[in-house]
């Protein structure tokens, strides 16, 4: 059985939210997905994306293919507009079948795994964590780097033969708890402040999300927010 909780908000200083979420235990299908572009194209860039997992996943596809999938569809949508605004969105999804896991990413949204402690499954296609995975930078200063919102890797935006789509499996066990967020959340609040609310087991795992997004509210969120969480039981 999957307890999930889920949530998103605007945060403090944008005017529009370009992050969505789908949470779906019957699908056994989670994903956050963080999207960018002048104009509304986040908006629409994250929801084909969503869309796009959903329908394929749905289908009987693997999660990497209906991730490599929603990339092609994401360029071949903006090709067809009439501007040259960028359009792309990062994704963090769990799909989770009978009783083992898949787990796929691309940009720095992120999946975390509670199980007895926090982990961080995913990695960052991003600037900053290319430099700290090449030892220029300290890991310690990353979170406050200048361009740490700089991403190396985003559906709509690499084009599919570069595409390099993080991805994980594994059985599921009871207690386990996947978290998977936007950069909106891991900005604010630290993993050690993430790890103490996603471990409180008191608490429902809608209730677990609720305190995540006050609390990047509480840190000041200067970006959109969402967190979806999934709880083995």
């Known amino acids: 059985m999957i307890e999930f909780g889920h949530g998103t908000h605007v945060g403090l200083r944008r005017q529009r939210n370009e992050d969505t979420y789908y949470a779906d235990a019957s699908l056994g299908l989670f994903l956050v ?10 908006e629409l860039a994250s929801a084909l994306a969503r869309d796009t997992l959903v329908e394929l996943v749905a289908r009987g596809h693997g999660l990497v293919e209906a991730v490599r999938r929603a990339d092609e569809r994401l360029i071949a949508h903006s090709r067809q507009g009439d501007d040259a605004l960028p359009m792309g969105t990062t994704i963090a999804a769990l799909h989770v079948q009978g009783n083992r896991y898949e787990v796929a990413w ?7 795994l509670w199980h007895r402690e926090l982990r961080q499954v995913s990695h960052d296609h991003s600037l900053v964590q290319s430099l700290v995975q090449s030892g220029q930078l300290d890991p310690a200063l990353a979170s406050h780097h200048p361009r740490r919102n700089v991403l190396t890797q985003a559906l709509g935006i690499t084009q599919p033969e570069a595409l390099h789509i993080g991805m994980a ?11 998977l967020c936007s950069d909106g959340l891991t900005g604010p609040l630290d993993d050690a402040a993430i790890g103490g609310i996603v471990a409180r087991r008191e608490l429902a795992a809608q209730e677990c999300v609720d305190h995540l997004l006050l ?17 083995f039981s």
Do not use: I, K, W
């Open 106 to 112: 691309v940009g720095d949204s992120r999946v975390y």
């Open 215 to 231: 609390g990047a509210l509480d840190h000041g969120a200067d970006d959109n927010v969402t967190a979806v969480l999934a709880r």
């Open 33 to 42: 997905a963080d999207g960018m572009g002048g104009h509304e194209h986040g």
């Open 169 to 179: 499996r594994g059985s599921c066990q009871p207690g386990m708890t996947f978290l």
